[in-house]
């Protein structure tokens, strides 16, 4: 099980890493919720299609509160957050703002059911990995143009929902098949994507005949890794191991990002890339370590 947890938050560092990238190529010539909601309703059903193959049981009425509540708060409000924002901010910027994710995960956890207690470790921890990500992806000289406010604000929203999602989807009874219960989360966070697109009066601006290869490239991509296998991972990671842990995957996106756009694009790496770098992984270091001096209050 501890290897499978290590080797799954890798595959989250990675994979996910590398997604922010691939949204800007897709959104070249692909609007954001068609994108988002395309990527996810494909990859759903392919991923129900082999659920289906290896066993798993018919879907039942009880199964669509739980799709619909973390394909809703996850991936509709989540991910299709981050998607309309690349229009506005940089993406190394939403990696940034991604970031506080695993901050909202620590506070809600402080309230009420859970009433968890975070360790002085997990506090500083946080706070170091947001300062690592806020040194390596920070204005480097005066005068840099400003940051647009409605796409920052919008960006820390989906973070806000991705933690509130991620908490509740281990509040709901285990499911028979975590593989369809995945599958059917994607299914309804594409649908509800499709129908934004729609109602937003995306589908009567886009053409099929007008998307680049770049832009199918990254739609498949995102599909194949981002969804198929990082989707997967991270909703299989959820029921496992402890969120804070899992949520690190946060801190870790924007260093792949960078380093990621040495190795392909030819971007230069700096000595504070590095630092920062270290001060990433220091802070997830901090974060994965067991608490044992942290405990969550019982209720009155």
């Not at 680049?212 to 969804?227: E, H, I, Q, T």
Request: proline letters at 5%; one cysteine or more; aromatic letters at 8%.
């Amino acid at each position: 099980m501890k290897r499978g947890v290590v080797l799954g938050l890798l595959v989250l560092y990675v994979v996910w890493g590398s997604t922010y990238l691939a949204i800007r190529y897709g959104l070249e010539s692909i609007p954001p919720f068609a994108m988002s909601g395309l990527r996810y309703a494909s990859a759903g059903a392919i991923l129900l299609a082999a659920a289906k193959a290896r066993g798993a049981s018919r879907v039942a009425a009880r199964d669509f509160v739980p799709a619909f509540t973390c394909g809703a708060l996850l991936l509709l409000c989540g991910n299709g957050g981050v998607v309309w924002a690349e229009q506005r901010i940089s993406s190394g910027l939403a990696a940034l703002l991604i970031a506080t994710e695993p901050l909202f995960i620590v506070l809600l956890r402080a309230l009420p059911p859970e009433r968890h207690v975070p360790g002085g470790r997990a506090l500083f921890g946080t706070a170091l990995g947001l300062s690592g990500v806020a040194l390596l992806l920070g204005p480097a000289r005066p005068g840099r143009q400003g940051i647009d406010l409605l796409g920052a604000a919008v960006v820390l929203f989906a973070a806000f929902a991705w933690a509130l999602g991620s908490l509740l989807s281990r509040r709901f009874a285990p499911a028979a098949s975590p593989l369809q219960a995945a599958a059917l989360q994607m299914l309804a966070g594409g649908a509800l994507l499709l129908a934004l697109s729609l109602a937003t009066g995306e589908w009567a601006r886009f053409s099929l005949a007008h998307v680049s290869a770049r832009s199918f490239a990254a739609l498949l991509y995102l599909m194949v890794f981002g969804s198929l296998v990082g989707y997967t991972t991270y909703v299989w990671l959820l029921r496992v191991a402890d969120p804070s842990r899992v949520s690190t995957y946060a801190f870790v996106n924007p260093v792949v990002a960078v380093f990621l756009g040495w190795a392909l694009a030819g971007e230069t790496v700096t000595l504070r890339m590095l630092v920062a770098a270290a001060v990433i992984v220091a802070a997830v270091v901090l974060i994965t370590l067991r608490e044992r001096a942290s405990h969550p209050r019982r209720g009155l």
